[in-house]
Structures are given as C-alpha cells and as structure tokens.
C-alpha cells in the first residue's frame, strides 16, 4: 500500500517543457505551460484525494495495516488542494495586474 500511495505524485517540475514536441503538447498549445502545469496539478488533488478516499475505506472495513497511511494520505491531498489554490491565486493576481496596465 505504501509505494501505491506515492506512485502518482510527481514532481511540479516535470511539466516543464523539454523542447521535444509530443502530439500531448501540440493539443494544448493555446494553454501554453502554465496550462499544462495547472492541469497537472487538477489531476494531482483527483488522484491524492482518490488515494484518500481508498485509505479511509479500507481503514473502515478494517483492511488498512497501519492507520498512519491514512494520514499521510489525507495530508497529501491537503497539500495538493492547497497548491491548486495558490496556482489558482497567483493566475488571478496576474490576471488582474495586466487589466491594470495602461497601453
């Protein structure tokens, strides 16, 4: 159960762009990379809080070993909410500091 809670986290960095153009990149094009990062970081809170969810069942049919997986879990998929609303706050930011600006 362990490797299977850590399996699907990867890293922020690993949506960066590498140059390489896969048929992936050129269907979000318009979104650009911060598009893609924040799509990477929906299906991140999906997938921690699915593993939440799947600990938290098997913590209650009695089938989870060791409970401190449940919490791991659980504050995985905090951390993920929390980073796609930081996202989310820093894009609104940006967003209203270029309707700011005078051309």
């Known amino acids: 159960m362990k490797t299977e809670l850590f399996r699907n986290i990867q890293p922020l960095w690993s949506t960066f762009p590498t140059g390489e153009t896969s048929s992936k990149e050129k269907t979000t094009e318009t979104g650009g990379m911060f598009g893609e990062i ?4 929906v299906e991140n809170v999906k997938t ?6 799947k600990a938290e069942y098997l913590l209650a049919t009695g089938q989870l070993d060791n409970p401190a997986e449940l919490t791991i879990a659980t504050t995985k998929a ?12 820093k894009a ?5 500091e270029l309707n700011r600006l005078s051309l």
């Open 38 to 41: 924040l799509q990477n970081a």
């Open 48 to 53: 921690t809080d699915a593993e939440k969810n």
């Open 78 to 89: 905090q951390l993920s909410v929390d980073l796609l609303v930081q996202l989310r706050n």
């Open 92 to 96: 609104l930011d940006a967003y209203s």
